[in-house]
């Protein structure tokens, strides 16, 4: 290999790896939460999606003790420890589960009542289309996803 390859190599994994790590989910909101202005009322964290631990551990390493309260909602498997003092939930992806749906109401109970003071930080990562379901209007749990998985079984993509 010619040197000047090597070196276009060289330069082709240095733009690759930043631009991977400019896209993790950690960095994006360590970068959109850096200049956070200071929540008057109450700060409730809700994250849901597969990547919801991340992006509420680079939330918690940023605001810290500002969360007063806070619940992750991430797929069974991805949850890696506590975070100071959110409720870590675990919960069906692709198809929601019984799980998804309690993780759910725990985070509407959370956010329930709060004042026009309070912010709710809400991180939304990919599956959280599974991971924050409330079924209403007569569709149950059930029918979700039954659905769901007739949706996989033939092919149909996220969009």
């Not at 956070?36 to 999606?49: F, T, Y």
């Not at 991805?78 to 109401?105: F, K, W």
């Not at 007569?138 to 769901?148: E, F, H, N, Q």
Request: hydrophobic share 45%.
């Amino acid at each position: 290999m010619h040197m000047e390859d090597q070196k276009i190599r060289e330069d082709a994994r240095k733009i690759m790896d930043a631009a991977l790590h400019a896209a993790l989910p950690d960095t994006a909101v360590e970068k959109a939460l850096a200049e956070m202005p200071d929540a008057s009322g109450r700060l409730i964290l809700v994250a849901a999606g597969k990547a919801a631990w991340q992006m509420a551990a680079a939330a918690y390493r940023i605001l810290g003790e500002r969360i007063d309260d806070g619940i992750v909602i991430t797929k069974h498997g991805h949850a890696m420890g506590a975070i100071g003092n959110l409720t870590i939930r675990e919960a069906g992806h692709p198809v929601p589960d019984a799980d998804s749906y309690n993780a759910t109401e725990a985070a509407l109970t959370m956010t329930a009542g709060l004042k026009e003071t309070d912010t709710v930080l809400f991180l939304l990562s990919g599956g959280g289309s599974a991971l924050f379901e409330c079924p209403y209007a007569g569709v149950t749990l059930s029918d979700i996803a039954d659905i769901t998985r007739q949706l996989l079984a033939c092919g149909a993509d996220i969009s």
